[in-house]
């Protein structure tokens, strides 16, 4: 798929061998080839990762209209202050980590300020567009996923080392667990995980760095199990509504080509989506007596946590299970399982994104499908019961390392600069404590 | 019958009816309000502009007691709104004439409860 060269069916037979020969070469030579640009897979990698930009603003309000209104801006600034310092890390040396050749574990420091990335493909990652659209489209997976964190500590994480976490975050989790799912020579994906758009990367990663800053940083003052009432639901639903249209970019954006296979993540990932709003609002219906709002946008939102992995390997009916079961496990994590363990993970960013992303990835192990997608494999369901064993594998390690290496680095700025927000501070809120403003006047 | 009127910090609320609730006062009514005192507001910055001297914001309490709670009362606030910086707010008693319950047209004391 990656290829691109079986789309050039339109030149001449001699001429399209001639070209499968040479990008064959400059394959195995693993170097910047004179692979051929189209432009259509150009123009939809550039539009996907606008696309995926825009999700973390919406991410931001989403966040934003749940908390209190103390402390709305506190939480919109953490979101837009990751796109910008996360945005700069990334072209900085993020990407190069991510993504340069290196070993099983890490990328190399040779992309480094973005050297060597520029308009001709890299074929190992994407051979019909510029590897800078790569790199950018990528850029924006970057910024989200350290962005989803900040449901877990909202409302009393100091500003300051909050800048400070998310670079090392990025740094030193996210940007070692992207090579190993994506970058050429990672352990998970020579393992052959399947991980469409990010499912471990982004939202299991996410999900378990939001559990254990919510277990470290500890409760907000004054929750006892029971949320305090979200101070703007509207905004809530815009920001969940800006999520799913971002998720096209995210998940179609990810087949890296304006193809069939970007069509079937498209579908599969509208479908999953409907399937959990529809279903939270349901299970809601039938446990509590009515189907809230609220409810409808968070399953909505599991939804496309769950479909992420897999929405370029599933057909659209196991889609639409994997969207009608998330809402099931998350609304059972964020409604019985967390008052009964007690950790306030504030926006249930675990809750949402561990749980749905853990279940997208065991998922694509049971309903992956060769006939979707030649260039991924068969889950359970389709005769391949190994490929279960080896999405268990990359959850585990996922697990394992996201847990060690945040609670590490929440440890070490917490020495240093002290995560936490003053007591008096987080009464007063963050928004006059952290940046002196506040969101809203009263009179005028 | 008094009617109690407090003026108080808006994030001591919790602690203020934690406190009313500990002394057996149930009925209250909240509403937020604007203004300052001796305390001459927070310091705001919009794009570089620094506003200073804003109007607080503030929680009133108005409850109405009989007699025998003028003093818990007063006692439970003071203990929930007292933080001892400037800004903690006022407490206002004033004598009540009447007070009717709307659902069964009970009048006076028994009224309150």
């Known amino acids: ?444 | 019958m008094k009617l109690i009127v407090a003026i108080i910090q808006p994030h001591r609320l919790d602690a203020v009816k934690e406190a009313l609730y500990a002394a057996e006062v149930n009925l209250i009514t909240v509403s937020e309000v604007l203004g300052h005192g001796r305390q001459k507001g927070v310091t705001q910055i919009y794009r570089g502009a620094r506003e200073s001297g804003n109007l607080l914001r503030k929680i009133r309490l108005e409850i109405a007691v009989n007699e025998d709670f003028v003093q818990p009362t007063i006692d439970a606030i003071v203990t929930g709104a007292r933080t001892g910086e400037t800004g903690d707010g006022k407490i206002f008693v004033m004598d009540l004439v009447n007070c009717v319950r709307i659902r069964t047209g009970e009048s006076g004391g028994v009224a309150i409860g």
């Not at chain 1, 940007?175 to 190993?180: Q, V």
């Not at chain 1, 019985?336 to 694509?364: E, M």
């Not at chain 1, 290496?405 to 987080?426: Q, S």
């Open chain 1, 1 to 444: 798929m990656r290829n691109g060269i079986v789309r050039r069916s339109l030149l001449p037979g001699a001429l399209a061998l001639l070209l499968l020969a040479g990008v064959g070469v400059a394959h195995a030579e693993g170097a910047a080839a004179p692979a051929k640009i189209d432009s259509g897979d150009t123009a939809w990698v550039l539009i996907s990762a606008a696309l995926v930009m825009l999700m973390t603003p919406g991410l931001a309000f989403f966040y934003g209209g749940m908390v209190r209104r103390k402390n709305v801006l506190g939480v919109l600034m953490q979101c837009f202050a990751v796109m910008c310092v996360v945005g700069l890390q990334w072209v900085l040396f993020g990407y190069s980590l991510a993504f340069a050749p290196g070993n099983a574990f890490i990328g190399g420091l040779s992309w480094v300020g973005l050297h060597g990335v520029g308009a001709a493909p890299y074929p190992d990652y994407a051979a019909t567009i510029p590897h800078q659209a790569f790199m950018i489209f990528q850029g924006m997976f970057a910024v989200i996923t350290p962005a989803l964190i900040v449901g877990a500590f909202a409302e009393r994480m100091k500003f300051s080392s909050f800048l400070i976490f998310t670079v090392l975050w990025s740094t030193f989790i996210y940007d070692p667990m992207a090579h190993w799912v994506w970058g050429m020579g990672g352990w998970l994906r020579n393992l052959g995980a399947l991980d469409f758009a990010g499912g471990t990367v982004v939202h299991i990663n996410a999900g378990i760095a939001a559990l254990v800053t919510a277990l470290v940083i500890g409760r907000r003052k004054g929750y006892n199990g029971v949320a305090h009432p979200p101070h703007n639901l509207p905004f809530t639903v815009l920001g969940a509504a800006l999520l799913w249209f971002g998720w096209f970019g995210f998940n179609a954006g990810s087949a890296l080509a304006a193809n069939g296979v970007a069509v079937n993540a498209f579908v599969a990932t509208n479908s999953a989506a409907a399937a959990a709003g529809l279903s939270w609002a349901l299970v809601e219906w039938l446990w509590n007596g009515k189907p809230t709002m609220f409810g409808a946008v968070t399953g909505a939102v599991a939804g496309l946590v769950a479909i992420t992995p897999a929405a370029g390997y599933v057909s659209v009916v196991p889609a639409i299970v994997i969207g009608l079961l998330v809402s099931l496990f998350c609304f059972a994590a964020v409604s019985w399982i967390k008052p009964k363990l007690g950790y306030d993970d504030s926006l249930d960013a675990f809750g949402v994104h561990g749980i749905g992303g853990i279940w997208g990835a065991l998922a694509t192990g049971l309903f992956a499908s060769s006939v979707v997608n030649a260039a991924g494999a068969d889950g359970l369901f389709f005769g391949n019961a190994r490929q279960l064993l080896v999405q268990a594998a990359a959850v585990g390690a996922t697990i394992l390392y996201a847990f060690a290496g945040t609670w590490i680095l929440y440890k070490i700025v917490d020495r240093f600069f002290g995560v936490r927000v003053e007591e008096k501070e987080e009464v007063m809120g963050l928004d006059l404590t952290q940046h002196r403003e506040a969101a809203y006047t009263v009179l005028e």
